[in-house]
């Protein structure tokens, strides 16, 4: 089963740098915002650091890369990292360092798209949490033999839950996530369209 982690923290640290390198800004973004306040009062946390349309299409161009990073509450950053944590190291494995920080970017993209069309303010990681899942969804549907049977069952349960939270729970981004899908969809496509 890939998703089971067996690795000690040096040798994933080693083996997986981009994952690393995204968690370890996500934790001390965080924990910079615990510092500065704004973890502790919603609407800092969000003047300062979200995604907000209107203000992006001011020229804080910048809120694009903080609100990828900054979660609000330990269980919005504890699930997304989670996420992150589990189901980026295979993925990593399997294109290289390069194209799977592609990968990265085109979640961040694809949420950014689908963001800029509404008036919604957003933070966290899981435009990324679901680029993944859309990658993983691309290569159950075109490269099913890639993941074992134990693999498939998980992805598919995890589809089935994240498309769920994102249309039942309230305050969750449904820009965000399908934003986030897309971008890791297409971005599988056009890999794949490689021959690879």
Known sequence: ???????????????YP???AFLAVAIAMFLWT?????QFRPFLLYERYAFIPSAIAAGEWWRIFTATFVHQGWMHILFNLFWIYVFAPPLERYLGKGAFLGLLVAGVAGTVFFLLSTSEAAVGASGIDF???GYYVFLLRRKPY??????RSI???VAVLGAVMTLLVPGVSVAGHAGGF???FGY????????R
Request: charged content about 20%; overall charge positive.
């Open 1 to 15: 089963m890939i998703f089971l982690r067996h690795e000690s923290l040096r040798q994933y640290l080693r083996d």
């Open 18 to 20: 981009v994952t690393s």
């Open 34 to 38: 615990v510092v500065d306040g704004s």
């Open 131 to 133: 680029a993944l899942l």
């Open 146 to 151: 890639w993941l074992d049977a134990q693999s």
């Open 155 to 157: 992805l598919i349960a």
């Open 182 to 184: 897309l971008g890791g």
């Open 188 to 195: 599988a496509a056009l890999w794949n369209r490689r021959g």
